[in-house]
C-alpha cells in the first residue's frame, strides 16, 4: 500500500474526532487500543482514565446529556467491550448522543475466538442506534463523520464503532480528509411537523375543554423548554411531565403539575385521567408513565409530537401524531396560535365598537364574547387538584422529626434522617447557593433514592441526569463526573443509594486521581430499598436485600484521599452540603437515612390513579454467615 | 385479527443486515414466516421480502421499526393483490414404481413443475407459484411419500409500473 503523509488509522481517528470538535474522551486502554494511546500524546483531547468501562460509558453520557454534544468513550477488545455494554444500553435507553469506541483484534484472526474476540458488534447491534465494523483504515474518517451525523441528530442515541487492531495500525493510502457534509442515503429524520397534523393540532385544542400537555425528555433534547412554556401559557394548560421530562417546564411554575406516571402526583395522575386533550412532546409513553394502558387518559384524545415515528402509536393509539423536533413543531404551533389569538381579538374589538354594542346579541358569534379558548373550569379543578397534592408533598411534623422510629431505635437514641426531609435538605440548600438552578446539575441513581428525588425534589429547570429508561444502578455517580467535564463551572451533586454506589464506587478513584469537584450524596439505608418495598408491595415476603454492613463510606472515600462526612440529621446534611458545594472539591457525604421508608407507588400495571402507600417496614436482617451455609451446601 | 403481511425492504448491500434485521423482528417478538434476501438491479442495494402474521398495529410498528435502521433505504407492505408472490420449492418424492414415477410427472405438468432429478426410488420436482399452489401441489403428493422438501420463501414485486424508490432522498 502506498503511504500517503504516513498517517495510520490511530492517528487518523483522532483526527476526526478532533474534527468532530472532541474535547475528552473517558476510557480504558488494552492491547489492540496501543497504537490509539500512542497516538492520543500528540493530541490536545484530554484522556479520563476511569477504573471501570462501564463508568467511562456512563461518564460520556452525562457529558453527552448536559454539553449537547456526543460523549465519547473508548474500551478495548473482549472485555472491555463488554463492560462498557451496560452504559451503551443506558444512552440508548434515554437517547443520548455516545460514541463508543471498541478496539477488536486483528482483522485476520476475526472469527478464530482469539484472544480477547468477542463478537462486540454483534452485541452493539441491539443498543445502539446503528453500529460499524471498520474493514479499512480508509473509511475510519468518513465513519467517525456519520458515527456523530447518527448519533447527535434525529433522536439521538449512541453509536458504536468497532475497530480491529490493525486497521489503527495500518497506513491510509489517502490523505485524511474530513468530509464536511455526509450523505447518509437512508438516514433522513424528519424535523419539520406536517402543517396539516398542527392544523388539526389547533383544532382540537380549540375544541377542548380539558387540555393537558405531558412533556418527556425529547422536549429536553430538543432544548425546546423556552418554547413548551410559551406554549402553556399561551393558552393556559397544564403541564405534568416524566421524569426524564422533569424540570423542561420549572416545577415551582404555576402550570406545573409535576411528575406524572408509577411515582408521580396525584395531581399530574389525576388529570391525565380527567383530561378530555393529552398533548405528548417527545415522551414514549413508557409503562412507567401510562400504569394500565386500556385505563391511561381515558376520556382524551391524544396528540403525540416525536421525532421518531416508531414511538408513536408503538403503547398508546394516537389521534393526531406529528412526527418532528419538537422545538420546531412548538415554533410553529405558537405562531399560528398567535395569530389566531390576534384574529380573535381583532373580531372581538370591532364586534364591540359602539355601533355593534346595541345590536341583538343573537347574531353574533357565540365564541366571540369568551376568551380565545376558555378552559377556566378546568384551570380551576387544576388548582384545586394541585393544592392537595402539594399537601402530600410537603413535609409533616412527623417526618421532620423523625418520629417514625422503631423502638430499637428510640431506645439506643439512633439519629436517622426521613429520606423525604433529606431531599428537601437536599432541594434547599442548593437552591440557596443557586437560587434560579442556573449552575447546577443533579444526577441520581436507581432506586428509593431516584424515586424520592422525582417525587419530591423540584427542578427550575431540566437539571435532573438520571437513567429512566434501563434504570441502571450504577448510574449516577459517573455520570455526575461526565457531567462535570461538560460544565466544569457548575455544581454537580450525584445522589445514590448505599446498593446502586457500591457498583461504581472503584470511580472513587477517578474523582480523587483528577481532583474532580463533584459532591456525591449517598442514601445508606442499608438495604436495597427499592426492591424490599417492591416485595413488600407484591407479596410482603423479604430476600436478598439487606446490605446489612455496607462499608463505611468514610473510611471508603478516605482511602482514595477523598474528603467525607456522615450526617445523620437536617441540620448537618443542610451544612455539609453546602460546605462541600462552595469548597468545590471532590467530597462524598453519607446520609444515614431510615431503612424501610417506602415511595409512594402505582402498582407496576396498575391504574394510574390507584397510588398506593406501601408499609413502612424494616428490612429483616437475618444474616446467616458463611459457616452456617456451608452445612447446606 | 392477525393477517398475512407482504413487506418489501430495500437495503444497503452491507455485511451485517440481515442480522440487523432479523434481530429487529427477533428482539421485538415480530414473527417472521419467510424471508428472503437477494441483490437488486443495484449492486449497492439488496431486496428482502418478508412475511410477517399479526393486525394492522403490529404492522405498524413492523415497518417503523424496519424503517428507523440506517441501512433501509425503503419498506412498503404489499397491499391486497396488487402484487405478484413467487416461491421456488423442490420436492423430492418417493417414486420406486413406474406407474408412481409417470403419476408424479402428470401432476408435476398439471402445476407447471418440472422433474429436475430422477432416481431408482425417487424423483424430484421444481415448482414456482404463490404459496397456496405450492401447497396445493405438496397436498397431492403427500400420500405418496414425500421424502424432503425445500422451500424458498416468498418473493414479490408489485404489478403494473410502480416500483420502489428511496423515499430517504
Ligand atoms: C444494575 C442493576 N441491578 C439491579 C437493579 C434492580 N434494582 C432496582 S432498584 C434496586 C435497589 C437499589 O438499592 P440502593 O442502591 O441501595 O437504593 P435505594 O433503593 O435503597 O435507594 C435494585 C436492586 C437495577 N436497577 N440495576
Known amino acids: 500500500m502506498t503511504k500517503v503523509n504516513n498517517v495510520n488509522g490511530a492517528e487518523a481517528l483522532i483526527k476526526a474526532l478532533e474534527a468532530e470538535g472532541t474535547k475528552v474522551i473517558f476510557g480504558y486502554p488494552g492491547g489492540v487500543l496501543v497504537s490509539f494511546y500512542e497516538s492520543l500524546c500528540d493530541s490536545n483531547m484530554i484522556h479520563i482514565l476511569t477504573r471501570h468501562e462501564q463508568a467511562a460509558a456512563h461518564m460520556a453520557d452525562g457529558y453527552a446529556r448536559v454539553s449537547g454534544k456526543a460523549g465519547v468513550c473508548i474500551g478495548t477488545s473482549g472485555p472491555g467491550a463488554t463492560n462498557l455494554v451496560t452504559g451503551v444500553a443506558t444512552a440508548h435507553m434515554d437517547s443520548s448522543p455516545v460514541i463508543a469506541l471498541t478496539g477488536q483484534v486483528s482483522s485476520n484472526i476475526i472469527g478464530d475466538d482469539a484472544f480477547q474476540e468477542i463478537d462486540s458488534f454483534g452485541i452493539f447491534m441491539p443498543i445502539t442506534k446503528h453500529n460499524f465494523q471498520i474493514r479499512q483504515a480508509d473509511d475510519l474518517v468518513d465513519i467517525m463523520r456519520k458515527a456523530h451525523e447518527i448519533a447527535t441528530t434525529g433522536r439521538p442515541g449512541p453509536v458504536h464503532v468497532d475497530m480491529p487492531s490493525d486497521i489503527l495500525t495500518g497506513e491510509l493510502s489517502k490523505a485524511v480528509k474530513i468530509p464536511a457534509d455526509i450523505n447518509i442515503s437512508s438516514y433522513k429524520p424528519t424535523t419539520v411537523g406536517h402543517p396539516l397534523q398542527i392544523k388539526k393540532t389547533i383544532e382540537a385544542i380549540m375544541n377542548s375543554k380539558k387540555p393537558l400537555i405531558l412533556a418527556g425528555g425529547g422536549v429536553s433534547i430538543a432544548h425546546a423548554s423556552e418554547e413548551l412554556l410559551e406554549f402553556a401559557e399561551l393558552l393556559n394548560i397544564p403541564v405534568c411531565t416524566t421524569l426524564m421530562g422533569k424540570g423542561c417546564i420549572s416545577e415551582k411554575h404555576e402550570l406545573s403539575t409535576g411528575l406524572t406516571g408509577m411515582h408521580g402526583t396525584q395531581a399530574s395522575n389525576n388529570l391525565i385521567d380527567k383530561c378530555d386533550l393529552l398533548i405528548a412532546v417527545g415522551c414514549r409513553f413508557s409503562d412507567r408513565v401510562t400504569g394500565k394502558v386500556s385505563e391511561f387518559a381515558p376520556n382524551a384524545k391524544v396528540i403525540h409530537m416525536d421525532i421518531d415515528p416508531a414511538e408513536i402509536g408503538k403503547n398508546i393509539s394516537v389521534d393526531i401524531p406529528i412526527v418532528g423536533d419538537a422545538k420546531r413543531i412548538l415554533q410553529d404551533l405558537i405562531k399560528q396560535l398567535k395569530k389566531q389569538k390576534r384574529k380573535h381579538e381583532e373580531l372581538l374589538k370591532s364586534e364591540n365598537t359602539p355601533e355593534n354594542s346595541n345590536l341583538n346579541n343573537f347574531n353574533s358569534n357565540p365564541n366571540l364574547n369568551s376568551k380565545f379558548l376558555d378552559i377556566s373550569e378546568w384551570s380551576v379543578e387544576v388548582k384545586k387538584l394541585k393544592e392537595e397534592s402539594e399537601k402530600e408533598l410537603s413535609v409533616t411534623v412527623e417526618e421532620q422529626q423523625n418520629l417514625e422510629k422503631t423502638d430499637k431505635e428510640k431506645i439506643e437514641k439512633i439519629e436517622k434522617i426521613h429520606p423525604k426531609v433529606a431531599i428537601y435538605d437536599l432541594m434547599e440548600t442548593i437552591y440557596d447557593i443557586d437560587p434560579e438552578l442556573e449552575n447546577t446539575y443533579v444526577t441520581t441513581d436507581v432506586g428509593q433514592n431516584q424515586m424520592w428525588t422525582a417525587r419530591y425534589f423540584k427542578f427550575k429547570k431540566d437539571a435532573l441526569i438520571t437513567s429512566g429508561g434501563l434504570g441502571t444502578m450504577g448510574f449516577g455517580f459517573p455520570a455526575a463526573l461526565g457531567v462535570k467535564f461538560a460544565k466544569p463551572n457548575a455544581n454537580v451533586i450525584s445522589i445514590s443509594g448505599d446498593g446502586g454506589f457500591l457498583m461504581n464506587s472503584q470511580e472513587l478513584a477517578t474523582m480523587a486521581h483528577y481532583n474532580i469537584p463533584v459532591v456525591a450524596v449517598i442514601f445508606n439505608n442499608r438495604a436495597l430499598g427499592m426492591v424490599h418495598q417492591l416485595q413488600s408491595v407484591l407479596n410482603n415476603r423479604q430476600s436478598q436485600i439487606d446490605l446489612g454492613e455496607t462499608p463505611d463510606f468514610i473510611q471508603l472515600a478516605h482511602s482514595y484521599g477523598v474528603m467525607a462526612e456522615r450526617v445523620s440529621n437536617s441540620k448537618d446534611l443542610k451544612e455539609t452540603l453546602k460546605k462541600a458545594i462552595l469548597m468545590n472539591k471532590p467530597y462524598v457525604i453519607e446520609v444515614m437515612i431510615d431503612s424501610g421508608h417506602a415511595v409512594k407507588v402505582v402498582a407496576p400495571g396498575a391504574n394510574l390513579t390507584k397510588m398506593i402507600e406501601p408499609e413502612n417496614k424494616e428490612p429483616c436482617s437475618e444474616k446467616i454467615l458463611f459457616k452456617d451455609m456451608v452445612s447446606k451446601l | ?169
Open chain 2, 1 to 169: 385479527m392477525d393477517k398475512r403481511h407482504i413487506i418489501t425492504v430495500l437495503v444497503l448491500h452491507k455485511p451485517s443486515v440481515l442480522q440487523r434485521i432479523s434481530g429487529l423482528f427477533a428482539r421485538r417478538w415480530f414473527n417472521i414466516s419467510s424471508i428472503t434476501v437477494g441483490t437488486t438491479e443495484n449492486p449497492d442495494i439488496a431486496r428482502m421480502t418478508i412475511v410477517v402474521k399479526g393486525d394492522d398495529t403490529h404492522l405498524e410498528q413492523v415497518l417503523k421499526q424496519l424503517n428507523k435502521l440506517v441501512e433501509v433505504v425503503k419498506v412498503k407492505d404489499l397491499k391486497h393483490n396488487n402484487y405478484v408472490e413467487r416461491e421456488l420449492c423442490i420436492v423430492k418424492i418417493h417414486a420406486p414404481t413406474e406407474s408412481g414415477k409417470s403419476q408424479i410427472t402428470q401432476y408435476a405438468n398439471i402445476f407447471r413443475g418440472s422433474i429436475v432429478d430422477l432416481s431408482a426410488e425417487t424423483i424430484t420436482v421444481e415448482i414456482t407459484g404463490d404459496e397456496s399452489k405450492i401447497n396445493a401441489f405438496l397436498d397431492l403428493v403427500r400420500p405418496l411419500g414425500i421424502k424432503e422438501v425445500a422451500r424458498t420463501g416468498l418473493t414479490a414485486l408489485m404489478r403494473g409500473s410502480k416500483i420502489l424508490k428511496s423515499n430517504k432522498k
